[in-house]
Nanobody, 121 residues
């Protein structure tokens, strides 16, 4: 019913930048929070950043200065600009959205399949 498709991942050298995009499609009435989570090899799944429909943001403390998040409510899209990338940022990055479907009440969480980001020289 709802698909979240990430793009923009890849291989980048330390200090470089990448921009992740995520577009939601399907039978969508409204999207509340959108955001990004990540899972690095051997580490726990963790929050990267979340942005509300009104633009309020929440980040993992260590990422706020390097990973600005933005969204386009018309396009049902969320973006993560990743700057000054470090090897420890290597992870699969997952898009997340809280969605109300057309004709239904309540909001439900949806996830993308993930985008691999590898930071290596």
């Amino acid at each position: 019913q709802v698909q979240l498709v990430e793009s923009g991942g890849g291989l980048v050298q330390p200090g470089g930048s990448l921009r992740l995009s995520c577009a939601a499609s399907g039978s969508i009435s409204r999207i509340n929070d959108m955001g990004w989570f990540r899972q690095a090899p051997g580490k726990q799944f963790e929050l990267v950043a979340i942005i509300t429909r009104d633009g309020e943001t929440t980040w993992a403390d260590s990422l706020k200065d390097r990973f600005p998040i933005s969204r386009d409510n018309v396009k049902n899209a969320v973006y993560l600009q990743m700057n000054s990338l470090r090897p420890e940022d290597t992870a699969v990055y997952y898009c997340h959205a809280i969605v109300r479907l057309r004709g239904r009440e309540g909001f439900f969480p949806y996830w993308g399949r993930g985008a691999q980001v590898t930071v290596s020289s």
